[in-house]
């Protein structure tokens, strides 16, 4: 069937992608499976699929090299899968342009709803940022020209820069924000090791936004990654 | 260290007054049997005793008091410090020249000698700190290394038990969310079904097997071996592991060369048998499928069995040979990427080390046949 989205799984692990092939399958998705990077760049290049879930230590190409492969030439979203431990390799991972991660062990209903939700963002029809002057999304409603927002129809003051991170939460909804990659696009290169700058806005952002910032809805804060934002309904 | 009373800075002056004095009356009271000569020689060789042990100021008073004495005394005319001949004269200034000179200089070398005391002391305070300071060092390094070592076993244990977990996780889930039904419902066919259930039992048994090796591996280390020695024949322990690992060479040739007439051996049989069969497990996993395992076994001298399985695999290098018996050690992970990892726990070889050494034989890797694959050599002593 040609409707079916298609997911490329690579692990050298031939359980596992023997368990994710059939549990994916079974779920409504067209799969292929790779042992290794080299042969999953291979996959790609051959069947285009829809999305690709990758692990991270692989004999070969492993699964850092592989992101960076894909994305000098594919937008197609990618999930890691990685262990306890390798936290520094899944934000490498994340910083190189992969969308999710899940942590291994995973239920398949995790990995199902990771997959869900990157295959939703990639979906959505581009944006062209420059002549959108109004965002909406669940709780959060935006305008762009008058730098207004409101949540929940209630309307909220931000500092420039707290307009500008939220701004930049909203059209990445869903998606693992490493805190590198937040502050190279809102303060710029040099910033990158600031994390500190990152914690304050957000912390501020929450009070603003949070019902209760203590145990926040919206920002979810992914340990030692960076965060994610959700819209809500 | 206590000082006594002499070593302090007014004793030297008392002991020069003193001795001067007593040496004085001894002279004195000897009287006649003495000429001016010997007085000021015994005189002088005070001075030198006062100079070395107290140093030059002492020995300055007991020069100037010893010729004063040796004027007062010894010089006619007697009892007074007038000198009535001229040459006497020259006696006493000569005596006084000595004597402070030669007090001066004793002083001086005790002096030397004493700062040469120091030096030495320092510089054996000096090394003793560092030595003391580099072993700390070497400590703190061996703390490091063994820190570092732990660290990177457990990454080993945690992987290897977290990846058959993480296969059994997500096939349970998928069947779970069949049986639970969800939006939109999943329909599993039976042979996926069948398929699940086969993961997370092979899965089970994967972790099982890595489980056991910890056990065994800890038994090892910590010296708990225990060994249910019996006489048994070398062709049995290899044709038991040879049958076990019937499934695992199914697609491989295995030739078994053993010699005629070979004695008795006194070991555990099950325990030899395993690593016979680990042997083969790993022959199988590392070479080509369709490739030989050649299995054979024979007389080393009088008193050793040796016993060799030998693949065509891809060979371990050199520098690996030792290594691959660490336990958690793969060579393939380190080395030849252009293998698939493999399946096997890294356990393997450490246990058959373990085991063999406790029958006190050996066990090493050479290369196999005209230096391609991998041959592995083990000995047990026949104990005849």
């Known amino acids: 069937m040609t409707n079916q989205p298609r997911i490329l799984v690579v692990d050298d692990e031939p359980q596992l992608t023997r368990v994710l092939r059939t549990g994916l399958k079974s779920h409504g998705y067209d799969v292929r499976v790779a042992a290794d990077g ?14 690709v879930i990758t692990d991270l230590a692989m004999p070969n190409v492993d699964g850092l090299e592989l992101c960076r492969r894909l994305r000098a030439i594919s937008q197609v979203p990618i999930i890691v899968l990685s262990a306890k431990g390798e936290e520094k390799t899944k934000v ?142 | 260290m206590r000082r006594s009373i002499l070593d302090r800075k007014w004793a030297g002056y008392v002991v020069a007054a003193l001795s001067v004095g007593l040496l004085t009356l001894v002279l004195k009271i000897i009287g006649g049997h003495v000429n001016a000569a010997t007085v000021s020689l015994a005189l002088l060789l005070n001075v030198l ?35 009535a001949a001229t040459d006497n004269w020259i006696a006493l200034l000569a005596f006084l020249i000595t004597a402070v000179t030669a007090g001066q200089l004793s002083a001086r070398a005790k002096r030397r ?49 977290r990846t058959p977990l993480t296969s059994i996780k997500a096939s349970i889930t998928t069947l779970l969310d069949e049986v639970r039904g969800g939006e939109p419902p999943v329909s599993l066919d039976l042979d996926s079904r069948v398929e699940m259930m086969e993961v997370i039992d092979e899965e089970s048994d994967r972790l099982s097997r890595f489980i056991n090796g910890l056990i065994e591996l800890a038994r090892i280390e910590a010296g708990e071996l225990q060994l249910r020695r019996h006489w048994g024949a070398v062709d049995e322990i290899i044709s038991t592991a040879l049958s076990r690992a019937k499934p695992i060479t199914r697609n491989h040739r295995v030739e078994l060369k053993v010699e005629k007439e070979l004695p008795g051996v006194r070991v555990d ?78 356990m393997g070889l450490a246990i058959a080390k373990g085991i063999i050494e406790a029958h006190e034989g050996r066990i090493w890797i050479e290369s196999g046949e005209g230096g391609r694959g991998t041959r592995v050599v083990f000995t047990v002593p026949t104990n005849q």
């Open chain 1, 38 to 51: 080299l042969a999953g760049f291979e996959a790609f290049n051959d069947w285009h699929p829809d999305l």
């Open chain 1, 92 to 233: 490498e991972a994340l910083d190189l342009g992969a969308d999710d991660f899940v942590t291994k062990p995973f239920g398949i209903d995790e990995l199902l709803a990771r997959v869900r939700a990157s295959l939703r963002r990639a979906k959505a029809p581009p944006v062209n940022e420059a002549t959108q002057t109004t965002l909406d999304s669940g709780d959060f409603h935006v305008d762009l020209e008058t730098r207004e927002i409101t949540v929940h129809d209630k309307p909220i003051h931000l500092t420039p820069k707290e307009f500008d991170l939220l701004v930049y939460f909203i059209r990445h909804s869903g998606k693992v924000l490493t805190h590198r990659t937040l502050l190279a696009a809102l303060w710029g290169g040099n910033y990158v090791e600031q994390n500190e700058y990152l914690r304050v806005f957000v912390g501020n952002l929450r009070k603003k936004i949070e019902a209760d910032s203590a145990t926040p809805r919206y920002i979810l804060t992914e340990p030692w990654i960076g965060y994610r934002f959700d819209p809500g309904q």
């Open chain 2, 49 to 83: 005793f006062v100079a070395t042990r107290w140093g030059s100021l002492p020995a300055l008073l007991a020069s100037i008091l010893a010729m004063l004495c040796f004027n007062f005394f010894f010089l006619p005319p007697f009892s007074t410090f007038t000198i």
């Open chain 2, 113 to 161: 000698a004493e700062e040469a005391e120091f030096g030495r002391r320092e510089i054996e305070r000096l090394y003793a700190e560092l030595r003391d300071a580099f072993q700390r060092a070497s400590h703190a390094e061996a703390l490091r290394q063994s820190e570092k070592l732990k660290s990177a076993l457990l990454d080993a244990v945690t992987h290897d038990l």
């Open chain 2, 269 to 346: 049989e099950r325990a030899v048998s395993e690593v016979v069969y680990t042997l083969i497990d790993n022959a199988a996993k590392y070479s080509p499928e369709g490739s030989t395992i050649r299995l054979s076994a024979r007389r080393a001298g009088d008193e050793l069995i040796q016993m060799t399985v030998e693949d065509n695999g891809p060979g371990i290098a050199n520098d690996l040979r030792e290594r691959v018996f660490d336990k958690f050690f793969r060579a393939t992970r380190n080395g030849d990427v252009t293998t698939r990892q493999p399946t096997g726990t890294g």
